[in-house]
C-alpha cells in the first residue's frame, strides 16, 4: 500500500470517527434533554399540601394552609413565593413569613406570630420592635399598658414607659398607661386611675416630687383624685373626682 493510500484511508478513519462522536453527542443531548423534560414534569407537579410551622397563639394555622391551597393557580415550579409571602404578612397577626417548594409538591410555610407588649392608643397594638399592628382587639390585651403618641416615636415610648413604671414601682405604684403629645408632653396613667400631666421640661425631678407628696399627702385619699398636674416649680395641682367637688393646688 503506498504512502498516499494510507494517509487517504487515515483521513476517512478520522471523517468517520468524528460523524460518530457528533452522532453520539446528538443521542445524548437528546436523551438527556427528554429526561430533563421528565424530570421537570415530575418536579412542576401540582401542589398536593400546604405544611404550615410555627408556634401561633391567635392563627388559625389550617385556615391559612386551606385559603393559600385555594389560590394556588399554577404548578409548584411556577408559583411566585415572594408574592405568595407577601399574600400571608398582610395578616396583621404575622410578623414574618417563608415559603419553601418540597418533593412530594408541597409548601412549607415557616410563620412567626406578633408577640404583643402594649396597646397603641385605642384600637393598635405594639410588638417587641415598636412595629404597630391593628388586628381585632380582644378583651385579653386589656390590661396591657396603653401607650400613646406619634407614629415614629414607638420604641422611644416603649423606653420611657419601661423607665418611669421602675421609678414608680419603688413607691408601690404602676403605670398602665403613657402619652406623648406632639409637642413633646409627656402624660401619665396610674394603676389606680390617677392621670399624672408631666409637662416636658426637667420630667425625672418633677416626678421625683410628685412621688413624695403622693406618699406625704395623697395617698390615703388615692382613690378621690382624678388628675395630678406636676408642672409647677415648688408643687401640685390636684383634680378630684365629681363626687367630691375639690380642686387643691400643693
Known amino acids: 500500500m503506498t504512502e498516499a493510500s494510507m494517509t487517504a484511508e487515515s483521513g476517512l478513519d478520522r471523517h468517520w470517527r468524528a460523524v460518530v462522536i457528533l452522532t453520539l453527542l446528538v443521542v445524548f443531548v437528546g436523551i438527556g434533554s427528554s429526561l430533563l423534560r421528565e424530570l421537570w414534569h415530575w418536579l412542576n407537579q401540582p401542589v398536593a399540601e400546604v405544611r404550615i410551622a410555627g408556634a401561633t397563639r391567635h392563627l388559625d394555622k389550617v385556615g391559612l394552609a386551606q385559603q393559600l391551597a385555594a389560590g394556588l393557580d399554577r404548578p409548584l415550579l411556577q408559583l411566585d413565593l415572594q408574592a405568595l409571602q407577601e399574600q400571608l404578612v398582610q395578616d396583621p397577626w404575622v410578623y414574618s413569613a417563608s415559603i419553601r417548594r418540597q418533593w412530594p409538591p408541597a409548601l412549607e410555610v415557616q410563620l412567626e406570630e406578633e408577640v404583643p407588649v402594649a396597646r397603641w392608643g385605642d384600637k393598635g397594638l405594639l410588638n417587641h420592635q415598636g412595629d404597630i399592628f ?117
Open 134 to 250: 391593628w388586628p381585632a382587639l380582644k378583651p385579653e390585651y386589656a390590661a396591657l399598658p396603653r401607650l400613646t403618641g406619634p407614629a415614629h416615636e414607638t420604641v422611644r415610648i416603649m423606653q420611657q414607659f419601661h423607665d418611669l413604671n421602675r421609678m414608680f414601682s419603688a413607691a408601690g405604684l404602676h403605670l398602665t398607661g403613657l402619652v406623648l403629645e406632639s409637642r413633646g408632653a409627656w402624660t401619665l396613667e396610674l394603676d389606680n386611675g390617677i392621670r399624672v400631666v408631666a409637662g416636658r421640661e426637667q420630667l425625672v425631678p418633677r416626678l421625683k416630687r410628685f412621688i413624695r407628696i403622693y406618699r406625704l399627702s395623697l395617698v390615703d385619699r388615692a382613690d378621690q383624685i382624678e388628675q395630678v398636674d406636676i408642672r409647677y416649680t415648688n408643687g401640685v395641682a390636684v383634680s378630684w373626682r365629681a363626687e367630691t367637688g375639690k380642686n387643691d393646688a400643693g
